[in-house]
Nanobody, 126 residues
Framework: QVQLVESGGGLVQAGGSLRLSCTAS????????MGWFRQAPGKEREGVSC??????AVAHSDSVRGRFTISRDGNTVYLQMNNLKPEDTAVYYC?????????????????????WGRGTQVTVSA
């Protein structure tokens, strides 16, 4: 059973930066694609970024492309968020699934059993 734990959220002013981390335990996830998602109050959860396994394919949503960078080191995935905007305020979740893939420049596609973290709050003040 894979467990995911996010960290690194907080309060930052617009234009600032944060780095989120997602650490997996309970299984080896180095071969799995990982995704970051976010959910703002009153809105549906949306995909933000993903990263593949060996191929290291990455993808970002249009709203964060050029500002966010995703990377991984073993069982930890990072989301570097620069030039943050108030509209980036949300709870950020990391996720994977047993057959997840990240299609370069397109996005995350789940498959099999899903695993989600509990999320970390990011608040960007104007």
């Amino acid at each position: 059973q894979v467990q995911l734990v996010e960290s690194g959220g907080g309060l930052v002013q617009a234009g600032g930066s944060l780095r989120l981390s997602c650490t997996a335990s309970g299984g080896t996830t180095g071969h799995l694609a990982m995704g970051w998602f976010r959910q703002a109050p009153g809105k549906e959860r949306e995909g933000v970024s993903c990263i593949g396994n060996v191929v290291q394919a990455v993808a970002h949503s249009d709203s964060v492309r050029g500002r966010f960078t995703i990377s991984r080191d073993g069982n930890t995935v990072y989301l570097q968020m620069n030039n943050l905007k108030p509209e980036d305020t949300a709870v950020y979740y990391c996720a994977t699934s047993s057959r997840a893939i990240c299609i370069r420049n397109i996005g995350y596609r789940r498959g099999g059993d899903d695993y989600w973290g509990r999320g970390t709050q990011v608040t960007v003040s104007a």
